[in-house]
C-alpha cells in the first residue's frame, strides 16, 4: 500500500482515505472523547515521529508509543491545541523543540511507534505529561501533584491533579 493510501483503524477512526479529501498527503480521522474530529497527515506523522526520536532515542519501544500517545492525548484534550504542529510547537512543551534537538530524521522504529499510538495504543493511561526525573530541570513537573503515574523506561508519564 502506498504511503498516499494508508488507512488507520482504531481510536475511533475510519477508513476514510486522502481521495476522499482530494489531498495528496494521507488522511487519518482520529475521534477524541467529545466526537470531535482530528485529521493527521504524513507532515503530521513525521513530526510526530522527530519529536519521539529525539524525546525517546534510546528508551524502549513502549516508551516511543508513550511519548508518541502524549502528542495525541493533548490534541485531544480541550487544555491543549487542537493540531499535532500546535501541540508539538506551544512554548516550552517539548525539550527537543526548545533546545532544537527536534531537526533529527526518525527511524523506522519511531514511525512505527507513532502509527501503533494513532491505532489507540496508549501504554500512558491518556498521560499528558512526562519527563525523565534524573535529567528534567524544569521543576514544575518534579513538584506538581500527580495522577495515574507509570514510568515507563527513563520517563514517568502523568496527568496532573485538579
Known sequence: MSENNIKFYGRGMTNESSEL????????????????HLYLTDNDIYLMSQVVFAESHGEPYEGKVAVASVILNRVTNPSFPNSIEKVIKQKN???CVKDGAIHVTPDAECRSAVIDAIKGNDPTSDALFFYNPQTSTCSWMKQIDKKNMKTI?????????K
Do not use: L
Not at 153 to 161: A, D, L, N, S
Open 21 to 36: 479529501y482530494h489531498e495528496k498527503e494521507a488522511v487519518v480521522e482520529v475521534f477524541n472523547y467529545q466526537n470531535r
Open 93 to 95: 512543551a517539548f525539550s
Open 153 to 161: 523506561g527513563k520517563h514517568v508519564f502523568f496527568q496532573t491533579k
